[in-house]
């Protein structure tokens, strides 16, 4: 009887852990909370593309060459905006509740993006005619055709234009909360095997 009330105890504190653990992952709580955008396709042009209800809107958005873009999180969760390819845009996350970022687009072309976090969540900038001269150069470089023109991260604000698109994730490591909830679950996990051990051996 003593067994049955130990397994059951060890199998609602680890399942408990658990959800803990995957409540804390950004990655898979704060990031990914939810899917795509479900809303038509909708086509503008301007100079501010928002960011609501994990949708893009515009999703087609219409410029001219030396145009900078900015795009504004008004949702609840972070964003990212990154080019076809990783050509252009970045990993980092765009704030929630207001953050920004802008790029600008030096030559004409078609330059479709996605949201890294929610799958479904695409545009595309359409600049000038669309059409991409094919005799200039195709790669990303401080003259084009995208160029970071304000960073993503909290409180910089600060037009950084020379900076190369980064075309690369970066290295990062896991988050503290993940740590945590891993420490968390092998101390509960070593309580609970001697536990079991003491009962075991127990005369």
């Not at 990655?27 to 503008?44: F, N």
């Not at 960073?151 to 190369?164: F, K, L, R, W």
Request: with cysteine.
């Amino acid at each position: 009887m003593r067994g049955h009330s130990i397994r059951r105890t060890t199998s609602i504190v680890v399942g408990a852990v658990l959800m803990v653990g995957i409540g804390l992952a950004p990655g898979v709580s704060r990031a990914s909370g939810g899917g795509g955008c479900g809303r038509a396709v909708t086509d503008d042009d301007g100079t501010r593309i928002g960011i609501s209800d994990f949708c893009f809107d515009p999703t087609i958005f219409r410029v001219q060459p030396g145009d900078t873009v900015t795009w504004v999180n008004k949702d609840a969760v972070p964003h990212t905006v990154l080019g076809a390819n990783g050509s252009w845009g970045g990993f980092d996350s765009i704030r929630r509740n207001g953050g920004e970022v802008s790029y600008r687009f030096v030559r004409a072309g078609v330059y479709p993006y996605v949201c890294t976090f929610h799958v479904g969540m695409v545009g595309a900038v359409v600049v000038g005619n669309g059409k991409a001269d094919t005799t200039t150069q195709s790669v990303t470089t401080t003259a084009g055709p995208v160029t970071l023109a304000q960073s993503p991260v909290a409180g910089s604000g600060a037009a950084i234009e020379q900076n190369v698109v980064p075309t690369a994730v970066p290295a990062r490591s896991w988050p503290a909360e993940v740590w945590w909830g891993m420490g968390v679950l092998l101390g509960v996990g070593g309580t609970l095997v001697l536990a079991r051990r003491r009962h075991v051996t127990a005369p």
